[in-house]
């Protein structure tokens, strides 16, 4: 009789140490899946992670959109070899569809004063209107279904009668994420073309993920 308790007791603790690691697994993983990325990728790291709440008026019309947007870069230990290589795909790009079809497009790029600040929400048009990173310049695609061309305005300015009149970053663990498939799916369906060698940099290329349209581009959209 004494022999079967302690067998049974013996038992009881081998399931328990079980399901005890069961869970310590489970909530490692829970825990991994929620962290942003790149928070223990041993090759990559980011300095911020945002939410970005952004209206454009253009015209009489108020356009919203919003992304999330990690920074993520390469750590330092190996940051010669790897210094392309942490590039984001998603939350890199503002997009806002006017009712005559238009698009345009904003980076997500905020200045450093507005990160330094990012334990709450942060105006970044108030932080960063004098040094806004790589200029205040957007893009104008002609049509969100067929594009056709494009062109650089200043978003802060008012070119064209767009001008961005509010933009708020606000901390966040949320994955990175945009509107574009909702917004202008065939902006991802297209190579935007400049005119002089490496042009890119001034197109909505530089912030349109290549590898989230490798593969699927109709459109070849010229510069106006």
Known sequence: MGSSIETLIARIKTRRRTSLALLAVIGAGLIFWTLPPNTLNPLCTYRAQYRLDATLQVGRELLTSSVVR????????????????????????????????????????????????????VDVIEHCSQNWP??????????????????PFNFLFGDEGAKLISMKAIPTWHHPSDDLEK??????????????????????????????????????????
């Open 70 to 121: 990690q920074t993520s870069q390469s750590r330092e230990w190996i940051s010669v070899m790897n210094s392309g290589g942490c590039g984001q795909h998603y939350g890199i790009a503002l997009s806002f569809r006017a009712k005559d079809d238009r698009v345009f497009l904003i980076h997500t790029d905020i200045c450093q004063s507005a990160e330094r600040s990012l334990q709450n929400a």
């Open 183 to 224: 917004t202008a799916p065939n902006i991802l369906r297209s190579v935007f073309v400049t005119d002089y060698v490496n042009g890119w940099w001034d197109s909505p290329e530089r912030i349109l993920s290549f590898k989230r349209r490798y593969g699927y581009t109709v459109f070849n959209v010229r510069k106006l």
């Open 134 to 151: 790589n200029k205040p310049i957007g893009f104008i695609v002609d049509s969100a279904n067929t594009p056709t061309t494009w062109k």
